[in-house]
């Protein structure tokens, strides 16, 4: 039994695209809602990390939000739920 894990590429730049090892990750039907721009938002900023008010300002802009936060947990559950 090998000790080595498969890697996961991610590709962020000319479209998204993800694999693990050598098999495709599927997204579902879309890769342009809050939730998969969430997930390259928070794989772009890797081990470094972003703020809240920048990860809000990044996802949700000059949008109108009565709860920003709260449309944050809802697209993060979205997310985890999606995997």
Excluded: W
């Excluded at 894990?5 to 000319?14: A, D, E, H, S, T």
């Excluded at 695209?17 to 039907?29: N, T």
């Excluded at 879309?30 to 990860?55: E, F, P, V």
């Amino acid at each position: 039994m090998s000790d080595h894990l498969p890697v996961l590429k991610v590709r962020l730049f000319g479209g998204f695209s993800a694999s693990y090892g050598e098999i495709p990750v599927s997204f579902g039907r879309n890769t342009t809602t809050k939730a998969m721009k969430l997930l390259q938002i928070l794989l772009y900023h890797g081990d470094t990390g972003i703020s809240r008010d920048k990860l809000l300002d990044e996802l949700y802009g000059r949008e109108e939000l009565a709860d920003a936060a709260n449309n944050l947990r809802v697209t993060a559950h979205r997310l985890k739920r999606s995997s």
